[in-house]
């Protein structure tokens, strides 16, 4: 399946939107896990969220997925099952900005996977982009040390860490996977296969949340699916390294929902490091044209 050309500076600011989206959902997220916990708050939202999935899905035509498709779908489902557990679980013990700041390794490691696996070109451009975006993570993580967080919270970073990685993979599925479905397809087919696997664990874990959550879990579906849709069109419209570096505009959102949510502050270090990151994204927003590829049969 190959995608129509579009302009790289749009599909770099439509996988933007998505990561804002996302972003929004995170605040939804952290505090549905405050009062649910992380397997119900997650279950219930990507249940809620295939069913926007399949919505989608049927608009854009619906079928069958290919051979080829459905292994990318259940892959990148699979790891997104884990990777969304251990961020979701950390995002309930850190504050946003900080789970956020952890989470910019992935870019990093995503542009390093994407010239490996794909055999993407990485421009200096980009690369340049990548390493002033990861000095402004420095100078937060500076800024941050000085908090005392507790122990909860070295364990919720850990486990933010290692999902990073994993959203590593997820976002070089999502390039090759973006080749090989339509957007509706793989919104569908990810929460579904998340929610599935996330009900092996229901009879342990399960519980129907009370009246007052629902409103939430629907938005926070809503917004988890249009993310998927708008990132999934992106992906297939530019290389996996050149969006990768949208992933740090979602400090911005971590740091305004954080506060006004939370009531979480941001300190002069965390305005200093955010400033790094903007500047290094719309650096990379100016690189040069690139077609979208095609994907092997």
């Not at 000095?135 to 850990?158: D, H, T």
């Not at 664990?201 to 809503?222: E, H, K, N, Q, T």
């Not at 050149?242 to 305004?256: C, D, G, K, R």
């Not at 790094?276 to 040069?288: D, F, M």
Request: net charge positive.
């Amino acid at each position: 399946m190959s995608a129509r050309a579009i302009s790289p500076a749009l599909a770099f600011g439509i996988a933007a939107i998505g990561i804002g989206l996302f972003s929004i959902m995170d605040a939804f997220m952290k505090a549905l896990v405050l009062s649910l916990g992380v397997y119900n708050a997650l279950f219930w939202r990507t249940m809620i969220g295939a069913g926007f999935g399949a919505v989608a899905w049927q608009a854009g035509g619906g079928g069958a997925p290919s051979l080829r498709a459905f292994k990318l779908h259940l892959a990148r489902g699979s790891v997104t099952a884990v990777m969304a557990t251990l961020f979701f679980w950390g995002l309930g013990r850190v504050p946003m900005a900080q789970a956020i700041t952890l989470t910019y390794i992935a870019p990093i490691l995503a542009l390093l996977l994407g010239a490996i696996i794909l055999h993407e070109r990485v421009g200096r451009r980009v690369v340049f982009a990548s390493v002033a975006a990861f000095g402004g993570v420095l100078v937060l993580l500076a800024g941050q040390s000085r908090m005392e967080l507790g122990p909860e919270a070295f364990e919720g970073a850990v486990a933010i860490l290692v999902s990073a990685v994993l959203y590593a993979v997820n976002l070089v599925i999502a390039r090759v996977q973006s080749q090989a479905a339509r957007p509706g397809e793989i919104a569908f087919f990810q929460s579904t296969i998340v929610t599935l696997l996330l009900a092996c664990a229901a009879p342990w874990f399960l519980v129907v949340p009370d009246a007052a959550a629902w409103p939430m879990l629907v938005i926070g579906a809503a917004l988890g699916s249009g993310s998927l849709l708008l990132l999934a069109f992106a992906y297939a419209h530019a290389d996996t390294g050149f969006l990768a570096t949208t992933e740090y505009t979602s400090f911005l959102y971590a740091a305004v929902l954080g506060f006004a949510v939370f009531g979480e502050r941001v300190s002069l270090f965390t305005i200093l490091g955010a400033a790094l990151i903007v500047a290094a994204c719309l650096y990379a927003a100016r690189r040069p044209v690139i077609g979208p590829i095609e994907a092997s049969a």
